[in-house]
């Protein structure tokens, strides 16, 4: 598909409706509305198309940036072209999906420390987003990794922007989730932080209650393990 192709049948496909739902949930104007399950598959559809990516996010509509990011080849991705896309990040939307991405990239991990330290609420998010995923699926990396983590989320979540202490919470979550070791250590830390706040706006969006959840996490991962595991 070419860009006027695409773009046409953003526009064709958005509905009031969604535009009320995504504007609640921090999506910014020019936006078309689109739903999730018609940016699948228009995402089928076009498959990677890195190129056209560039072009969709380029036009700063909600809409088409989500779908950018559904088709941008991560093996294209470079630092300039990520630090370009964070610096204009200014909804969770956006942040979630983009964080989605770069952990696709071989730059994760390098994204994850430099933005864990930005001043800007979303791109510090999107550092923690890529720090839980790192500790539910980078098993090449130690448990040592994420130990000083633990300590910082428990010392600086509650004085943090919004957004970022959701994504801490949901990072030390994750941290949990990794092993027996760490599920001790963060669920320790989850009770010494207690209730975590977030506002989360005219939605019926809610902030996971840390300390039992590592404990379901982790059972759940355990179990799924226990299936993967091959005997001899």
């Not at 409706?17 to 509305?33: C, D, E, L, S």
């Not at 990072?171 to 830390?189: C, H, Q, V």
Request: proline share 4%; glycine share 6%.
């Amino acid at each position: 598909m070419t860009f006027d192709e695409t773009m046409a049948e953003l526009e064709a496909l958005g509905t009031a409706q969604n535009r009320k739902v995504y504007t609640r949930h921090g999506a910014k104007k020019p936006m078309f509305g689109v739903s999730y399950a018609n940016l699948g598959k228009l995402k089928k559809k076009i498959k990677t198309a890195h190129a056209l990516a560039l072009q969709l996010w380029d036009t700063g509509n909600h809409d088409a940036r989500v779908l950018a990011m559904m088709i941008a080849d991560p093996q294209l991705a470079n630092p300039p072209m990520l630090e370009g896309w964070a610096r204009v990040l200014d909804n969770y939307i956006h942040t979630d999906a983009f964080s989605g991405y770069v952990g696709k990239t071989s730059y994760a991990e390098d994204m994850m420390r430099t933005w864990v330290e930005a001043d800007a609420e979303f791109v510090e998010a999107a550092g923690w987003n890529l720090l839980g995923a790192s500790a539910m699926y980078a098993k090449r990396l130690p448990d040592d990794l994420f130990r000083p983590f633990i300590e910082r989320i428990e010392r600086d979540i509650h004085g943090a922007k919004n957004r970022v202490r959701y994504a801490m919470n949901n990072a030390l979550i994750a941290i949990g989730t990794r092993s027996d070791p760490l599920e001790e250590e963060t669920f320790e830390a989850a009770e010494r932080i207690g209730v975590v706040e977030v506002d989360h706006g005219e939605t019926g969006c809610k902030t996971p209650d840390a300390a039992p959840y590592i404990r379901k996490a982790r059972a759940h991962r355990r179990k799924k393990d226990a299936k993967t595991t091959v005997a001899p």
